[in-house]
């Protein structure tokens, strides 16, 4: 005979407190509601059987009879996890990891299910696979708007950390205000001096980009200064260089606003070789904080994004979905983004 102690089962429990099975489960999972009467004293001989015994509830027995397991999944449509604090989704994470915690729910991560070809999937073979948790948030930049609307479809509660427009459909997010926030840099920028602002970016059109080219022109028109398409410098991968910068000199640029990512190391790098110093002979702001190798972050002016309140926000956007049922409209939050004083806008200088 194994040594190994006997699983307790709730048949056990029922037959001590000399009632079926299914009455011992509606009392210990707390389903006895106005519709299933079970006198007082019979639940009190199951719970006393059931300490008798030592016996505790399955807790997701529990949370299956209310339709919930506590579970919020986090789903990422590219490999962003970060291995250093200085990760880009570093304080997404962190703001969801607490926020659960507070309003007491567990995190269910999905992470490597592609479909080999390198991209991952919600949906494997048919089956949404965030099902296994009560609704998830969703972080990365997807390739295709086909999996968000097979999810409002099967009308699976979900937000995006990142505003996520949908043709046709009203999706629940967090987002930045980039707009505001590259307006009012745009407002600094002038108030120091200058006239040719130039905007560079990768080209690409993801609904975050596309907010802070808005942003720009917004601040253009706001400060009396015509929008030109040659100040409008979108290089794909990042490859800013040398010909790039020089174009821009050429055409009066005193002041240039970079986004995040690996195009500004590739645009100080270009000023670097070309012996132009930031921000004497050109000022730069930066629409967001770097992040990944910078030395020092501090050193850009620009503007701060709100990454871990977003995080937060989407976890609570989240539980509200899933405590009103009756709620069939978007949740969304848009936070402010901070200013960020820095030391790369000067008043310009003039040029020989």
């Known amino acids: 005979m194994s040594a190994k102690k ?54 997701v027995a529990q949370s299956l009879a209310k339709g919930r397991n506590g579970l919020l999944g986090v789903f990422t449509f590219e490999a962003i996890f970060p291995i250093t604090q200085r990760d880009f989704y570093y304080p997404f994470l962190v703001g969801i990891e607490s926020a659960a915690e507070t309003l007491g729910y567990d995190l269910l991560l999905f992470t490597s299910a592609s479909t080999g070809d390198g991209r991952r999937r919600i949906y494997r073979n048919g089956q949404n696979r965030l099902r296994l948790a009560d609704g998830a948030i969703l972080l990365g930049i997807e390739d295709s708007k086909d999996e968000l609307r097979a999810l409002v ?111 500004i190391s590739a645009v100080l790098n270009a000023c670097k070789e070309m012996a132009l110093d930031v921000p004497g002979d050109m000022s730069l702001g930066v629409l967001g904080n770097p992040f990944g190798d910078m030395e020092d972050m501090s050193y850009f002016s620009g503007f701060s994004i709100p990454r871990e309140e977003m995080g937060a926000q989407a976890v609570h956007l989240l539980i509200r979905m899933l405590n009103e049922n009756s709620f069939h409209g978007p949740q969304r939050v848009v936070l402010p983004c901070t200013p960020v004083t820095g030391s790369t806008i000067a008043p310009p200088r003039s040029r020989a």
Do not use: W
């Open 6 to 59: 006997q699983r307790l089962r709730l048949s056990d429990v029922a037959q001590l407190a000399g009632v079926s099975p299914a009455t011992a489960s509606l009392v210990l999972n707390k389903r006895v509601t106005g519709n299933v009467r079970i006198p007082p004293e019979t639940q009190e001989r199951v719970f006393a059987a059931a300490a008798k015994l030592g016996y505790v509830a399955d807790p």
């Open 153 to 263: 479809e099967e009308g699976y509660p979900f937000v995006f950390v990142g505003r996520r427009e949908l043709p046709g459909a009203e999706l629940s997010y967090t987002a930045a205000d980039y707009a505001s926030a590259t307006a009012a840099l745009i407002d600094r920028i002038y108030n120091a001096g200058h006239r040719r602002i130039a905007y560079i970016g990768v080209d690409q059109h993801t609904e975050s980009a596309l907010d802070r080219r808005r942003g720009y022109q917004e601040g253009l028109l706001h400060n009396g200064l015509p929008f030109d398409e040659e100040l409008m410098c979108l290089v794909p991968d990042a490859r800013f260089d040398q010909t790039a910068m020089q174009k821009l000199l050429e055409l009066g640029v005193t002041a240039v606003v970079v986004e995040i990512g690996p195009i």
